[in-house]
């Protein structure tokens, strides 16, 4: 599967963006799909994950309540909805996916647990 990663911009504290991340060469909805985030000299991090089947979700600590993850399968697209948006949370931010086989219903959380990788989108929050 190619996943291409886009929305990224520049926006002032408090404001909001919508990344997507659509997939071509396979059905989207038979893989698990997780967003990950990259500033500056730190490493790849976990943003939120969902699962590759019965809808399980999981957000890391610094997003929760400000982000969302949803699936638009007739698009085969995943969206990361942001809100609230903080200058911490200044990166590139990437979209993985991964078949999960035997992990249907498990949410992926690490970098290399996906094998599938966007490109990579750069948001910018301002203070």
């Known amino acids: 599967v190619q996943l291409q990663a886009s929305g990224g911009g520049l926006v002032q504290a408090g404001g909001s963006l919508r990344l997507s991340c659509a997939a071509s060469g396979r059905t989207f909805s038979n893989y698990a799909v997780g967003w990950f985030r990259q500033a500056p000299g730190k490493e790849r991090e976990f943003v939120v994950g969902?699962?590759?089947?019965?809808?399980?979700?999981s957000y890391a600590d610094s997003v929760k309540g400000r982000f969302t993850i949803t699936r638009d399968n007739a698009k085969n697209t995943v969206y990361l909805q942001m809100n609230s948006l903080k200058p911490e949370d200044t990166a590139v931010y990437y979209c993985?996916?991964?078949?999960?086989?035997?992990?249907?219903?498990?949410?992926?959380?690490?970098?290399?647990?996906?094998?599938?990788w966007g490109q990579g989108t750069q948001v910018t929050v301002s203070s």
């Open positions: 969902t699962s590759r089947s019965s809808g399980w979700t």
């Open positions: 993985a996916a991964d078949l999960a086989l035997m992990r249907s219903t498990a949410v992926l959380w690490k970098v290399e647990e996906y094998h599938y």
